[in-house]
């Protein structure tokens, strides 16, 4: 089964949930090059703000340079963020990050004996299981899949937290290059790898949104890329 509430983090969020996806954070601050840079930024205003009270010459140089940080650090969370709608998704070429493309035929996926939706994809050529969650605001990965299909966590970004049924995790975002399935091809597609995340994939909104339509009609979810080609459409076995 899928993590509970793996979609956007801040549905039915309580005082815990705030507190662990702090503590997530914080843990994830050696590793994440983004967060270093912000906590410094945040260092230097509050002995900006201590030096300027004090009279010191260098405060007011200090303060200036810390914001633009904390400015650069709010516009790449913004990039970030943007790419996970694609009403927001301006592909930023400039940053190296590919466009998200998601192409293909319509593609059909009955649903499976414990009421989900589920469906064998390659990612990176590489086969793996896979359940499409409606709820989910993002593609997500196990480890053990992220391993085998050679993806690594995107260098500079900042991690994502996510409530799962285990917790609140910090789960690090990855570019897949190619995400196959029935007659569906998708390029560029962001994604998160999740820890804990063992024996299941999540297809997130980030791919279905970018479908011309997706619906359900008598058990059966039903894929339709912009400007699909009808004759290339594929059904997809009972995936148990």
Do not use: C
């Not at 569906?184 to 790898?193: K, M």
């Amino acid at each position: 089964m899928a993590p509970q509430g793996i979609g956007p983090y801040i549905a039915a969020m309580t005082f815990a949930d705030i507190w662990n996806g702090i503590a997530a954070l914080i843990r994830e601050i050696p590793q994440s090059s983004l967060l270093i840079f912000t906590v410094a930024a945040l260092v230097g205003s509050w002995l900006s703000a201590v030096m300027v009270r004090r009279r010191v010459a260098s405060g007011r140089l200090i303060s200036a340079v810390s914001t633009l940080m904390l400015g650069g650090v709010l516009v790449l969370v913004v990039l970030q963020m943007s790419r996970f709608d694609p009403r927001l998704d301006v592909s930023m070429p400039e940053l190296g990050l590919p466009e998200q493309v998601v192409a293909g035929g319509e593609t059909r996926i009955p649903m499976a004996r414990d009421g989900h939706f589920w469906l064998e994809a390659e990612v990176n050529g590489t086969a793996g299981a896979f359940m499409v969650d409606t709820g989910a605001t993002l593609t997500s990965l196990s480890p053990d899949m992220a391993t085998r299909a050679g993806l690594e966590p995107r260098d500079g970004g900042m991690p994502v937290i996510l409530k799962t049924a285990n917790g609140s995790v910090a789960a690090k975002l990855t570019t897949i290059e190619t995400l196959a399935f029935g007659s569906i091809d998708a390029r560029g597609l962001d994604a998160v790898i999740v820890p804990g995340l063992e024996g299941t994939n999540v297809i997130g909104m980030n791919l279905l949104s970018r479908l011309g339509s997706w619906r359900v009609e008598q058990n059966t979810m039903i894929l339709v890329p912009n400007s699909a080609d009808r004759a290339g459409s594929a059904d997809i076995s009972v995936q148990q």
